[in-house]
């Protein structure tokens, strides 16, 4: 069974940074990192930055600029480096990957908290 360990949230004032990672238990052979999402209360869940198999970087309009999504290919780590944290930005972040061999078979994160205020 993958797991995804989350970590690196927490409260932040606005203005401030955080830098999330997700560990993968298992090699970039079996598994790759790929996404983070966000979900807000009483808000669906949304796509935050993806990054493809060829390092192209994808991002949420809401975060284009702020936040920076890297991979660590020989760890299998994936991170968001998020700065100028504002509070709509508060969510529990979710990391996904994806079975290497067949993209279709998805794994989640349990998710870490973003708590930004005012």
């Known amino acids: 069974q993958v797991q995804l360990v989350e970590s690196g949230g927490g409260l932040v004032e606005a203005g401030g940074s955080l830098r999330l990672s997700c560990a993968a238990s298992?090699?970039?052979?079996?598994?790759?990192?790929t996404a983070w999402y966000r979900q807000a209360p009483g808000k669906q869940r949304e796509l935050v930055a993806a990054?493809?198999?060829?390092?192209?970087?994808n991002y949420a309009d809401s975060v284009k600029g702020r936040f920076t999504i890297s991979r660590d290919n020989t760890k299998n780590i994936l991170y968001l480096q998020m700065n100028n944290l504002q509070p709509e930005d508060t969510a529990v972040y979710y990391c996904?990957?994806?079975?290497?061999?067949?993209?279709?078979?998805?794994?989640w994160g349990q998710g870490t908290q973003v708590t930004v205020s005012s």
């Open positions: 298992a090699t970039r052979r079996a598994v790759t990192v």
């Open positions: 990054v493809d198999r060829n390092e192209r970087r």
């Open positions: 996904k990957a994806y079975k290497t061999w067949d993209p279709q078979l998805e794994f």
